[in-house]
Each structure stands twice: as structure tokens, then as C-alpha cells.
């Protein structure tokens, strides 16, 4: 079973970092082994019949009659209806295939989805960057991008800046630029932050500071040198959890219960509880998703309601590091024996898989307006001694 290093064994663990020189053979041709869809695990039934439905009806859709869509059953440009672009996967059956963005040597902890290009985090503490249509694949090797980060850092990107935990003396939030990481690497706040979130609309950067414990700011443009978030003091000695910014509000878990700040300052809120321990997933504009220890529930944005929150559907306890979890305002994808996705007015009604290699173990998801991204712990072909990780891409 593929293990993931939490961030606090950082503050234990000095950091193993290994670079390899791999063989330049040509990348292997993955399109091969994809399956239809593995079995869903969840209570919901039929998934597969209704896949079949569902691309049938695409199938079953009129093609054009000037030649540019003529079999909207295998044109990766025209796939299940005219005009639906694969985005550099094949179509099989007027179903999108995955198409491989990259491949690293090492076990994945995380993925980002950015403007541009798609990050992978690794347990050998280095950060990976692929573009997001594949044209930079190569044989495995170790991610470039980055290296001298915190095993199972979470990644953001705003701008031209990208912002993770680095790990040089002591571990510390730190950006560098898009443009070139290893050379610009700037540190932010004291030692030791770790849990940051980023607002890409209004370009700001938020992190629990420790000088004492509590919530600081910054715009995530010019020197960032930042100021405490008035009201954002944690209780004395807290360390803190994971942030995560929606909705003009600051959230992070603690224990059973949800807790907001407005990003300007103010006084913490409730907007939910549970009756066991809560993880934050991730959001779409309508709702903030959390895990509590058995199912992916949900209250709304930006508030909630302050009581329970609502059960969306049953799943598993791995959640990962980040969630393991992406939403749109129509559709959720989660991590569960594969990639699964369900539309959200009737989730347990419409859960299915999405297509993948049954050789790979999907760690983690991520979406754009376009498509769906993944990353997975798959054979190493180019060295077998190592372990490898892939990156995917499925056309919504």
C-alpha cells in the first residue's frame, strides 16, 4: 500500500531527498489498458448501465453532413456528439479516453491544477510541473520544477508565482516564480508555517503564523512581508490545520466543527458541525465539501447553516492529503478505487467511475473548465528499482 507523509513528520524527519538519472528511452505508449470504468464501491447500483445510456445517447446523436463530423464514435474531435474535443485523448465508443501529461519518479502526495499547467507533488519532496496538454511528456524522471520542499506540501499558483512549504534549514512557507523555482525561492512569514491558502480572484495569501499562533495576510504580489489578521489569534500553543479560502472567508477544521473568519478580520464562526472529527475537501461556488470519516457531506457557501451538515454520498476513509475531492457547480469527483464522479442534484443515482488504467492507484483529482486531472502511483518502466507517478487528463 502506498503510505503519504503528513507535514507535521517534517518536524521529526529530516528530509531524504534522491536524485536519479534516468534512461531517455521514449515515454510508453499508455493509451493501451485503459478500462471502461472499475466498479463503484459505493451503495449507489446501475452505474454501469447508465454509463452505457449515457453514451449511447451520444452516439445515438446527428452527425453532421459536411464532413467535419461524420463518426462521432471514435473522432476525438467529435466524441459522443459533434464538436466535443477530447482535448488530445482518443475517443472510444463516443467516450473521451485519458491522455498522460507526466510522469516522475517517486510516490505522488498531491496535484494542482493552474492556469496553464498541472503540479504534482512527490515523497521525495520535489515538485513536478507538466503542461497541460502533454506537449512536455518525457521518459520518468525526477520533477524539475521544484526541489527542497516539505514532503506533502500542498501547491498554489496566482499569477506568476507559485506557493509551497520549502524545506531548507527549517521548514517555511515560501513562493518562487513560474518562470524558474529552484533560483527565486522566497520565504514568507516565520519558521515553521506550513498551512497557507490563496485567493487567485482578489491575489492575496493567508497562513498561520506562530510568533504567536495566528492568522496572517498578504497580497500575493510585490514583497510579501504580510500583517496579522485582526481577530485570526488561535489559542495559545495551536498549530493549526489545513486552510482553505472561499467566499471572501478563511476555513479551517477544528475537530468536529468548521470554523470561518472573514479574510479582512473579524470574529471566527461556526458554520457547521458535526458529530465526528470534519476535513475540509474542497468547493464549488455554491457549497464547501468536507469528510467525516464516512461520508462527503456539505453546507453552503459563503456562512453555512451552523448546524449538521448535509451528506452528499458514502466514502472512503483515504481522503489524502488535500481531499482528494474537486467540484463544479454540476459534478463532484472524489478518489475511490479510481477516480469516481457523480452529478450533484442526485449523486448516489448517477455515480459512476471514469476511465483508467487498472495498473494505476489514483492518489489525487483536480478540474478546470475543461477537464478533469488526476495523479496516480503507476509502473516505473523506465527503472524499475524506483517507484514512478503519473499525471492524466480526461476531457469533461
Not at 536524485?19 to 471502461?36: E, L, V, Y
Not at 494542482?112 to 519532496?125: H, I, K, N, P, R
Not at 457531506?297 to 452528499?312: D, E, Q, R, S
Request: aromatic share 10%.
Amino acid at each position: 500500500m502506498r503510505s503519504k507523509a503528513l507535514p507535521w513528520l517534517a518536524f521529526f524527519l529530516p528530509l531524504a531527498l534522491s536524485r536519479c538519472s534516468c534512461p531517455t528511452r521514449p515515454a510508453p505508449d499508455f493509451d493501451a489498458g485503459i478500462d471502461a470504468g472499475r466498479p463503484s464501491t459505493d451503495a449507489g447500483t446501475g452505474t454501469d448501465a447508465r454509463a452505457q445510456t449515457d453514451a449511447q445517447a451520444k452516439t445515438d446523436a446527428p452527425a453532421k453532413t459536411d464532413g467535419a463530423c461524420v463518426d462521432t464514435t471514435s473522432d476525438g474531435k467529435n466524441c459522443g456528439a459533434c464538436g466535443h474535443d477530447c482535448l488530445g485523448g482518443t475517443c472510444s465508443g463516443g467516450q473521451c479516453q485519458p491522455v498522460e501529461l507526466a510522469q516522475y519518479t517517486g510516490n505522488l502526495q498531491t496535484i494542482y491544477v493552474g492556469a496553464e499547467y498541472v503540479y504534482a507533488t512527490t515523497d521525495l519532496g520535489y515538485i513536478g510541473r507538466a503542461n497541460k496538454d502533454g506537449s512536455d511528456l518525457k521518459p520518468f524522471a525526477m520533477p524539475g520544477f521544484a526541489s527542497s520542499t516539505l514532503i506533502g506540501t500542498l501547491v498554489a499558483e496566482d499569477g506568476d508565482r507559485a506557493f509551497f512549504v520549502w524545506y531548507a534549514s527549517t521548514l517555511q512557507l515560501a513562493s518562487c516564480s513560474t518562470s524558474g523555482c529552484d533560483a527565486s525561492v522566497t520565504p514568507i512569514g516565520g519558521p515553521y508555517t506550513q498551512f497557507f491558502a490563496v485567493d487567485e480572484v482578489d491575489h492575496k495569501i493567508f497562513w498561520i503564523d506562530y510568533s504567536p499562533s495566528a492568522l496572517w495576510a498578504a497580497p500575493t504580489t510585490g514583497t510579501i512581508t504580510g500583517q496579522a489578521i485582526p481577530g485570526g489569534a488561535l489559542a495559545s500553543g495551536a498549530s493549526g490545520s489545513r486552510l482553505f479560502y472561499a467566499q471572501g472567508g478563511i476555513f479551517f477544521a477544528n475537530g468536529t466543527a468548521l470554523n470561518r473568519i472573514s479574510s479582512s478580520g473579524g470574529s471566527f464562526t461556526t458554520p457547521t458541525v458535526a458529530n465526528t472529527n470534519l476535513s475540509i475537501l474542497g468547493a464549488n461556488d455554491n457549497n464547501i465539501y468536507l469528510y467525516d470519516g464516512t461520508s462527503i457531506v456539505y453546507t453552503p457557501l459563503p456562512n453555512g447553516t451552523g448546524g449538521p451538515p448535509t451528506k452528499l454520498i458514502d466514502a472512503s476513509a483515504d481522503r489524502g492529503l488535500d481531499g482528494a475531492f474537486a467540484a463544479d457547480d454540476t459534478s463532484a469527483y472524489w478518489v475511490d478505487n479510481g477516480v469516481q464522479t457523480c452529478q450533484l442534484a442526485n449523486c448516489a443515482g448517477t455515480q459512476r467511475a471514469l476511465p483508467s488504467r487498472s495498473v494505476d492507484a489514483v492518489d489525487d483529482v483536480g478540474l478546470d473548465g475543461q477537464a478533469v486531472y488526476w495523479g496516480a502511483g503507476s509502473p516505473n518502466t523506465s527503472n524499475s528499482g524506483n517507484t514512478g507517478c503519473t499525471v492524466w487528463k480526461l476531457a469533461k
